[in-house]
């Protein structure tokens, strides 16, 4: 998916960022007695602060969850057996929480059902898979982080059974996150997808 990201910082200082998210199915396994498989998020991105020099961001996880929480009203990363993250050119690390908001953005990702959801009239989106007319849904999730704060997240989903995951498009406003100030606006949209998705953590297991 195409990302773009702007915010600022408690210092008065603004950033943009840009680049792509990647999220794939990576591979299946069985993990006592339970059929699982492994869910992969990789983003690329280019940050750039207040017209400084553009720095390079690469991160990448990788969750094993069984299958039957990987469906429409569960909360996927409640049941996950293990993760594992991988920043820049950095090793795997195990994560020791992937349900933790302080290790990035999983608890979006794989949320649950949205607090107070409500239905959208269909719109016309234009993707990788041509103009659809996508139903929307719009809600919030609410995550505590260090230190006792509380990070809130307002979305807005547009989606569409053809679309890998559901979703075509998606627009975040994020409040509260450590060391920001005001509000975070991430917006993504389908810009590629395919059925040969490999690893970028092959060894993680």
């Not at 999220?23 to 207040?50: F, Y």
């Not at 469906?71 to 990363?77: C, D, F, I, M």
Request: net charge neutral; proline share 6%; hydrophobic share 35%.
């Amino acid at each position: 998916m195409d990302l773009k990201v702007k915010g600022g910082s408690k210092d008065q200082r603004t950033f943009t960022a840009k680049g792509t998210l990647r999220m794939a199915s990576v591979g299946q396994t069985v993990e006592d007695g339970q059929k699982c498989r492994w869910i992969e998020v990789a983003w690329d991105s280019e940050i750039q602060e207040d017209g400084d020099k553009a720095i390079k961001e690469k991160q990448v996880y990788k969750v094993l969850v069984p299958e039957k929480f990987l469906a429409k009203g569960e909360t996927p990363l409640d049941h996950a057996v293990r993760a594992w993250r991988q920043r820049g050119k950095g090793g795997p690390q195990k994560l020791k929480d992937p349900k933790s908001a302080d290790e990035g953005p999983l608890p979006i990702l794989l949320a649950g059902p949205l607090k107070d959801a409500k239905s959208l009239p269909k719109t016309e989106v234009d993707s990788k898979l041509g103009k659809l007319q996508c139903e929307g849904v719009t809600g919030t999730l609410e995550f505590k982080v260090a230190h006792g704060e509380t990070v809130k997240c307002a979305l807005e989903n547009r989606l569409h059974p053809d679309a890998p995951f559901g979703a075509v498009s998606t627009h975040w406003l994020i409040e509260g996150a450590p060391g920001l100030e005001g509000k975070m606006d991430w917006t993504m949209k389908l810009i590629d997808f395919g059925d040969k998705a490999a690893s970028e953590m092959p060894d993680a297991k």
